[in-house]
């Protein structure tokens, strides 16, 4: 196999191997039904992950706290960590969370998170903009705001969207 | 021998070609060889394309890795004015760059350490591009498997176009994915000791497997492994750290599964003495687990018998580990190992003092014990080694007089 053969194989091979990596993500952009779900900001800007704003999801939250006061998805605090699936179901033209649980459930819509972390994450609590967007958006979310959630059959969620109910 | 065969350069390092022409020069002025062959012995060898550490190439490699760093910080950091997606299309345009150009220059065989540092740059690229495209789609958290398909690149890199570098990028990532990969799952003490036990398994079989096909690789795999192994048996002796219940998660059943498959295709493949490497990292696997799995509770106040059983068999094992490891530095002529044993068992007899025996041995005798046990073991190193040494000598007269009188 000459030089050139060689490095197209690793070229090909390499970014196959970043596809697997985000395979999740993709397939929930390409394959995902689209949730409507009530979001908060949090703050404007993350300096290690460029502009972008952070979202919360007040409906989404285990423990019912004020998101103002405790940003994010809360905690299960059952003694384990790892895998956590949050079941959805709809409240008007919005989707809540109907329960929290560690097994994946039978049927969807549900997300599939994970509580390694300090809270709960899905993959939707950040949604990038450019500089002047982050801003206009930050507005957009104070006045009230819903973000257009894809969600594919496995759980995995990406945010598309936010926008004025 | 085919005398009409054109003589081919043999690369070596400076001191020993330094030493080659003085000897040389010595025998053909005692007339044991004539100037003709004298000079013909000194044309075979070469200092010029020798590997070795010079300035140039260091500051190369080093420029590689800082600029490779300095990039997935930039994107990290500083490009928020781009689009996910055209940091993403940056990122890859940067990453290619550097492997097509990597190899653009190999094909025009440009100096080694150039090439190397062209190949450092795209292996820490494709890096980049896996964490931009991660960053970029919002995968939700720091996810291990991203370290494990890393390492999967660089190392597929590293393999096609035997290249060091590259290679060498996939092992340091590949073993940072060996741990966090099931540790992200089911964390416990006794898990680290059977993933670093497992982890010589592994490396020491992939060491056998390249010897004389890949010898830099080989010589990679064989510290990866000796690493592992002088680990393994460090954590397994820490008081009580099996004290909690391993999770059997697939990642962890998938390393011990994969480890055991590389020592029985090295042992199936590589029969005879080469097959003790291996098997030797079975043992300490097994040995390390069994000492992880004997717990005697953790007080610092009260050492009893079972204390002192536990440290003393700790230590035992550990300088029987060490001490293999050196030989298999002399026998592998790799200095690495023997530096590493060396440097491991001072780290672990000074840990397993001040941890188990401080209490009861304490301040200017713990210091007159330790140095007891270093001089001690110091001094049986030195004997092993010499003695092996000198075997190895007579072994390879005694072949190379058998092979002469069989001609």
Known sequence: MNRIAVTAVIAVGQLALVGVGVAPQLSARVTGDTYLMTVAPIDPIDPFRGAYVALDYPDLRHDGSEPIDAAGLGALDDGEEGAVFITLVQEGDVWAAGAWTRDRPDSGPYLACDDRSWQIRCGIESYFLPQDQAAATEDLLRDGAVAEVRIDGRGNAAVVDVRAP | ?407
């Not at chain 2, 092992?171 to 416990?188: I, K």
Request: glycine share 8%.
């Open chain 2, 1 to 407: 021998m085919n005398a009409s065969a054109p003589p081919t350069t043999r690369p070596v390092p400076p001191r020993e070609l330094a030493w080659l022409r003085s000897e040389v020069a010595d025998w053909a002025s005692q007339g044991i060889i004539s100037e003709d062959q004298a000079a013909r012995i000194t044309t075979r060898y070469s200092a010029d394309t020798h590997t070795r550490f010079s300035i140039g190439r260091v500051l190369l490699y080093l420029g590689g890795g800082f600029v490779g760093i300095g990039l997935i910080w930039l994107v990290a950091a500083n490009l928020d004015q781009l689009s996910p997606v055209s940091r993403f299309i940056a990122v890859t345009v940067i990453w290619l760059t550097f492997l097509v150009g990597s190899e653009l220059l190999a094909s025009r065989r440009v100096s080694p350490p150039l090439v190397g540092a062209a190949r450092l740059l795209a292996a820490l690229g494709i890096g980049a591009v896996l964490f931009q495209a991660a960053q970029s789609l919002q995968v939700p958290a720091f996810e291990p498997r991203l370290l494990g398909l890393w390492s999967a690149a660089a190392l597929l890199h590293g393999y096609l176009t035997r290249a060091y570098l590259p290679f060498l990028v996939g092992v340091v990532t590949g073993v940072a994915w060996w741990f966090t990969q099931p540790l992200w799952d089911g964390p416990s003490g006794l898990a680290v000791v059977m993933l670093f036990g497992a982890g010589a398994v592994l490396a020491a079989g992939l060491a056998v497997l390249h010897d004389g096909r890949l010898d830099a690789f080989a010589r990679t795999w064989r510290a990866v492994g000796a690493a592992m192994a002088l680990l393994a048996m460090f954590v397994a002796a820490i008081p009580d750290v099996g004290g909690d219940d391993v999770t059997w998660t697939f990642w962890l059943v998938s390393a011990l599964v994969v480890a055991g498959v590389a020592a029985a295709v090295a042992v199936a493949t590589r029969p005879g003495v080469r097959a003790l490497e291996p098997v030797g990292a079975i043992v300490v696997l097994v040995v390390a687990t069994l000492i992880g799995l004997w717990t005697t509770g953790t007080s610092t106040s009260d050492v009893d018998t079972a204390d002192w059983l536990h440290a003393a068999t700790s230590v035992i094992a550990y300088v029987l580990l060490a001490v293999a490891l050196v030989a298999l530095g002399t026998v592998r002529e790799h200095a690495a190992l023997t530096w590493m044993a060396m440097t491991g068992l001072v780290v672990f007899t000074t840990f397993q003092s001040f941890a188990v025996f401080a209490p009861i041995v304490t301040g200017a005798w713990l210091f007159v014990v330790l140095g007891t046990v270093f001089l001690g073991t110091g001094f049986l190193f030195d004997r092993a080694r010499r003695e092996l040494a000198q075997a190895l000598d007579n072994d390879t007269s005694t072949s190379a007089s058998t092979e002469g009188s069989d001609r």
